[in-house]
């Protein structure tokens, strides 16, 4: 049965704690991963119905720091399902209770694998997008796949067709 991102969509709401803090007083960014890593593990588990395990996460830029005190809210939505496999959107907002400021901190994706009671990989729902922000993500998720596959060493780059697309324009009649 298909589901639409916002059946399995969660924010993940933490109060940043000195023990969350580098030296300079800001949430440090391995904990951050770990709080986007349960986040978007949350929203793949909700769209299939199965225990997930994460098989990659994308780039992650840090855009401006979370510092101590301040909240932090990790929103996760599926972007696109594969056979067996889902891509997880995060963004990542800081929340400054003493400015009454709400801020953009990051985003990333993750993707995760669907695994059955045998811990094998299994099936997951189809995922229809429904708002133009979901189809710009779902569209481009197949590009961003490939790309994490050719690095993984598990596609070769000429099999690539979504990113040669990006690259390679084919003139009619040649």
């Known amino acids: 049965m298909a589901k639409s991102p916002m059946d399995s969509q969660i924010t993940m ?25 349960i986040a978007a593990a949350i929203c793949a588990t ?27 809210h990790i929103e996760a939505k599926l972007s696109r399902a594969f056979s067996t496999s889902m891509e997880v959107h995060l963004k990542v907002w800081g929340e ?3 400015n009454q400021e709400r801020y ?23 995922l229809v997008p429904g708002t ?9 998720a ?11 060493g598990k596609m070769r780059p000429e099999d690539a067709d979504e990113l040669k697309a990006l690259f390679i324009q084919v003139r009619p009649g040649l």
């Open 46 to 72: 909700k769209h299939c119905n199965a225990q997930v395990v994460t098989a990659s996460v994308d780039n992650i830029s840090f855009e401006s720091a979370i510092e101590l005190g301040n909240v932090v």
């Open 104 to 126: 953009k901190s990051n985003e990333a994706y993750y993707t995760f694998v669907a695994l059955d009671a045998n811990r094998k990989p299994t099936r997951v729902p189809e």
């Open 13 to 37: 709401t933490e109060l940043v704690l000195p023990n969350d803090t580098n030296v300079f007083g800001n949430l440090m960014g391995g904990r951050l991963m770990y709080w986007m890593d």
């Open 132 to 140: 133009d922000e979901e189809k710009r993500l779902f569209e481009g």
């Open 142 to 152: 197949l590009r961003r796949r490939q790309l994490r596959l050719i690095l993984g």
């Open 96 to 98: 400054s209770f003493k």
